[in-house]
């Protein structure tokens, strides 16, 4: 016999680390760097492995228990395993019992992962981001540990115009994080590193990815040790408690798989797993639960959401032809669904007399073919917007409903609706408050032209605290603008038409401008958007006001 001490190896300087699952016991032959229990560090939870192949004859701690570096956790035979799956000798003059005694043993574990062919670590990359770059990443889906799936999520990333998962390339199991929350990430980037095992059987891959995620196992000795009110109190998983302020979601990669592919909102299931992870069931359960809501309601989801449309066999009507969205209208397309559902908007419609400021506009024509600029009156609008942003600063905020706090933001960005043969971009243009009229006039004609070629890059389109969105050159009298969330507010800007407006004692003719203003009423009240609009008329009406 070679028995020998299965020690707790180097926990990259974490002390005192909660065993949240025991997943070998005694008597079980394992291979080497097969998984014996989980342990959870704040940061990840981690598999501590066999040192080599062989029985296990002790396990000397429990769930709950706190381990070091250098603790002894059980003991292993080595002798143990050096006939791979064999029955103990005990057990080697009958024949028939070992069937019986076999079964036992690998119901007592998850299935070990076989290795074939060893395993070898290799440096995911970021791949093709569609031309993007310096694309921030919002969120880590994976921790240092985790066993994942081929095309499970490994980060999240979010341009202005899409957010968008990075897959796993293969199956394995994750080791260095090399990126952090709030890096920007362009193609070829170094990601993290993979522990890949070479000729594994994929068969055992899933259980072993939800063990790695801080899961209890499903064997029957891991389900004898819930208590029988947890197993009863499942359905739990399908309440919603509002997380707490900056409270983050416990749940591992195969986890947030099925979320994702249920559609289920993790921050509104509530965890029965230990210290409160989130598990398969957990995400069932909240799904039943909200059928069962729905069905109830007569059809309309309660507080979960809105029914959807099913759409009719068009053919039938006559003939139809049907081709893919592009990624643009897609992107496009759910963002302003996501904006319209969770903002309440409201719109407050004003007409400015620009008369004096279109006749001014003119007068800058000799001037503009000097320069090699074409005076709009976008500069006008841009610099309009940014004196009423300073003034009312309830307007330059974004809201952060998970924190329960207002975001002030101390710049002046503004983002400008462009409409392209692709599909609507928004580029922004940065402090607008410090530049000049044919500063912004050049300015705004360069990326309104990136943007018709396609050319605009992901940081040319982040950043904006407001957005103005112009109909004029098409017509039309006033409309409801989206707003472009996270911002609160956006200008919507009409065709200018000849109106007669009393002066007191006779009509005058006057240009005037319709203007539409949507705004997030959570923010801002109406009356606040009353006076942003009447201090827009003012400043456009007298184009000296700007210079106050």
Request: aromatic share 4%; glycine share 10%.
């Given at each position: 016999?070679?028995?020998?001490?299965?020690?707790?190896?180097?926990?990259?300087?974490?002390?005192?680390?909660?065993?949240?699952?025991?997943?070998?016991?005694?008597?079980?032959?394992?291979?080497?760097?097969?998984p014996i229990l989980t342990l959870e560090t704040d940061k990840a939870s981690v598999?501590?492995?066999?040192?080599?192949?062989?029985?296990?004859?002790?396990?000397?701690?429990?769930?709950?228990?706190?381990?070091?570096?250098?603790?002894?956790?059980?003991?292993?035979?080595?002798?143990?395993?050096?006939?791979?799956?064999?029955?103990?000798?005990?057990?080697?003059?009958?024949?028939?019992?070992?069937?019986?005694?076999?079964?036992?043993?690998?119901?007592?574990?998850?299935?070990?992962?076989?290795?074939?062919?060893?395993?070898?670590?290799?440096?995911?990359?970021?791949?093709?981001?569609?031309?993007?770059?310096?694309?921030?990443?919002?969120?880590?889906?994976?921790?240092?540990?985790?066993?994942?799936?081929?095309?499970?999520?490994?980060?999240?990333?979010?341009?202005?115009?899409?957010?968008?998962?990075?897959?796993?390339?293969?199956?394995?199991?994750?080791?260095?994080?090399?990126?952090?929350?709030?890096?920007?990430?362009?193609?070829?980037?170094?990601?993290?590193?993979?522990?890949?095992?070479?000729?594994?059987?994929?068969?055992?891959?899933?259980?072993?990815?939800?063990?790695?995620?801080?899961?209890?196992?499903?064997?029957?000795?891991?389900?004898?040790?819930?208590?029988?009110?947890?197993?009863?109190?499942?359905?739990?998983?399908?309440?919603?408690?509002?997380?707490?302020?900056?409270?983050?979601?416990?749940?591992?990669?195969?986890?947030?798989?099925?979320?994702?592919?249920?559609?289920?909102?993790?921050?509104?299931?509530?965890?029965?797993?230990?210290?409160?992870?989130?598990?398969?069931?957990?995400?069932?359960?909240?799904?039943?639960?909200?059928?069962?809501?729905?069905?109830?309601?007569?059809?309309?989801?309660?507080?979960?959401?809105?029914?959807?449309?099913?759409?009719?066999?068009?053919?039938?009507?006559?003939?139809?032809?049907?081709?893919?969205?592009?990624?643009?209208?897609?992107?496009?397309?759910?963002?302003?669904?996501?904006?319209?559902?969770?903002?309440?908007?409201?719109?407050?419609?004003?007409?400015?007399?620009?008369?004096?400021?279109?006749?001014f506009r003119k007068a800058q024509k000799a001037a503009g073919e000097k320069r090699?600029?074409?005076?709009?009156?976008?500069?006008?609008?841009?610099?309009?917007?940014?004196?009423?942003?300073?003034?009312?600063?309830?307007?330059?905020?974004?809201?952060?409903?998970?924190?329960?706090?207002?975001?002030?933001?101390?710049?002046?960005?503004?983002?400008?609706?462009?409409?392209?043969?692709?599909?609507?971009?928004?580029?922004?243009?940065?402090?607008?408050?410090?530049?000049?009229?044919?500063?912004?006039?050049?300015?705004?004609?360069?990326?309104?032209?990136?943007?018709?070629?396609?050319?605009?890059?992901?940081?040319?389109?982040?950043?904006?605290?407001?957005?103005?969105?112009?109909?004029g050159g098409i017509g039309g009298t006033a409309f409801t603008p989206i707003v472009?969330?996270?911002?609160?507010?956006?200008?919507?800007?009409?065709?200018?038409?000849?109106?007669?407006?009393?002066?007191?004692?006779?009509?005058?003719?006057?240009?005037?401008?319709?203007?539409?203003?949507?705004?997030?009423?959570?923010?801002?009240?109406?009356?606040?958007?009353?006076?942003?609009?009447?201090?827009?008329?003012?400043?456009?009406?007298?184009?000296?006001?700007?210079?106050?």
């Amino acid at each position: 016999m070679s028995e020998q001490e299965i020690k707790v190896p180097d926990l990259g300087g974490a002390d005192e680390v909660e065993i949240i699952e025991i997943i070998a016991s005694e008597g079980d032959t394992v291979e080497a760097e097969d998984p014996i229990l989980t342990l959870e560090t704040d940061k990840a939870s981690v598999e501590l492995p066999s040192p080599e192949a062989g029985k296990i004859t002790k396990i000397t701690v429990k769930v709950g228990d706190k381990v070091k570096e250098g603790d002894v956790i059980g003991m292993l035979d080595a002798a143990g395993g050096a006939s791979g799956d064999e029955a103990p000798s005990d057990s080697a003059p009958e024949a028939e019992p070992e069937p019986q005694e076999q079964p036992a043993a690998q119901e007592s574990k998850p299935a070990p992962k076989k290795k074939s062919g060893g395993s070898r670590t290799e440096v995911v990359k970021v791949p093709s981001l569609d031309g993007m770059e310096n694309i921030p990443v919002i969120e880590l889906n994976v921790s240092e540990g985790d066993t994942v799936e081929q095309e499970d999520a490994l980060v999240t990333v979010e341009s202005d115009k899409a957010t968008m998962e990075i897959p796993a390339p293969a199956s394995g199991k994750i080791g260095k994080l090399l990126v952090k929350e709030g890096d920007t990430l362009s193609e070829g980037d170094d990601l993290l590193e993979m522990i890949i095992e070479d000729d594994g059987d994929s068969a055992d891959d899933e259980p072993e990815a939800e063990t790695s995620s801080g899961q209890a196992s499903e064997t029957p000795e891991a389900k004898a040790e819930k208590p029988a009110a947890e197993s009863a109190s499942q359905p739990q998983g399908a309440t919603y408690e509002p997380p707490a302020p900056g409270t983050k979601v416990h749940a591992g990669p195969a986890v947030r798989k099925l979320a994702r592919e249920l559609g289920a909102d993790l921050t509104r299931v509530k965890g029965s797993g230990p210290k409160g992870r989130i598990t398969k069931d957990d995400v069932h359960g909240y799904v039943k639960s909200q059928l069962q809501q729905a069905q109830q309601g007569g059809g309309v989801a309660t507080g979960s959401g809105i029914p959807g449309v099913k759409l009719p066999d068009f053919s039938q009507f006559g003939e139809v032809e049907r081709e893919g969205m592009s990624r643009m209208m897609a992107v496009t397309a759910a963002n302003m669904q996501r904006s319209w559902l969770n903002v309440p908007h409201v719109t407050q419609f004003d007409d400015a007399d620009i008369t004096e400021m279109e006749d001014f506009r003119k007068a800058q024509k000799a001037a503009g073919e000097k320069r090699g600029v074409k005076m709009t009156p976008l500069p006008f609008l841009l610099k309009a917007c940014a004196a009423a942003l300073a003034e009312l600063p309830q307007f330059n905020v974004s809201l952060d409903m998970e924190r329960k706090e207002v975001v002030r933001k101390k710049y002046i960005h503004i983002g400008i609706a462009v409409d392209t043969p692709h599909g609507l971009m928004v580029p922004v243009i940065r402090d607008v408050d410090q530049k000049g009229l044919w500063e912004l006039a050049a300015e705004s004609a360069e990326l309104a032209q990136k943007a018709r070629d396609k050319q605009l890059k992901p940081a040319e389109m982040q950043g904006a605290c407001f957005t103005i969105t112009s109909l004029g050159g098409i017509g039309g009298t006033a409309f409801t603008p989206i707003v472009n969330t996270p911002e609160v507010a956006i200008l919507g800007v009409s065709k200018a038409s000849m109106k007669p407006v009393w002066d007191g004692k006779e009509f005058q003719p006057r240009l005037m401008l319709p203007l539409s203003l949507s705004y997030d009423h959570r923010a801002v009240n109406g009356a606040d958007a009353a006076r942003f609009t009447n201090l827009l008329t003012q400043l456009l009406g007298d184009i000296r006001t700007l210079l106050l």
